[in-house]
């Protein structure tokens, strides 16, 4: 069993910047990947970024140049600055990580950004 306990969202301006964190707990050594999904209302799911234990990293079309992706293996931790945030990035940013064929994901926090 794995859990995800993601911070840092609120309410930004566009152009502005946030920083959401996911600490991950429970059976950590089998976690490889970690990333970040966001669904806005009314929306499907969408995968936002990846990044592997070694550090390799992948984005969204819509985000990269001004979302990273980034992780601390010391702290079980990983982390989405997000910068020159729009209105449609805008969503519940959800962490997730799979282990062992499952899916887990953290309780979700709300980005929301202002025109």
């Known amino acids: 069993q794995v859990q995800l306990v993601e911070s840092g969202g609120g309410l930004v301006q566009a152009g502005g910047s946030l920083r959401l964190s996911c600490a991950a707990s429970?059976?950590?050594?089998?976690?490889?990947?970690m990333g970040w999904y966001r669904q806005a209302p009314g929306n499907q799911r969408e995968w936002v970024a990846v990044i592997t234990i070694g550090g390799s990293t992948n984005y969204a079309d819509s985000v990269k140049g001004r979302f990273t992706i980034s992780r601390d293996n010391a702290k079980n931790t990983v982390y989405l600055q997000m910068n020159s945030l729009k209105p449609e990035d805008t969503a519940v940013y959800y962490c997730?990580?799979?282990?062992?064929?499952?899916?887990?994901w953290g309780q979700g926090t709300q980005v929301t950004v202002s025109s």
């Open positions: 429970g059976s950590i050594f089998s976690i490889n990947a």
């Open positions: 997730w990580t799979p282990v062992a064929g499952r899916q887990y």
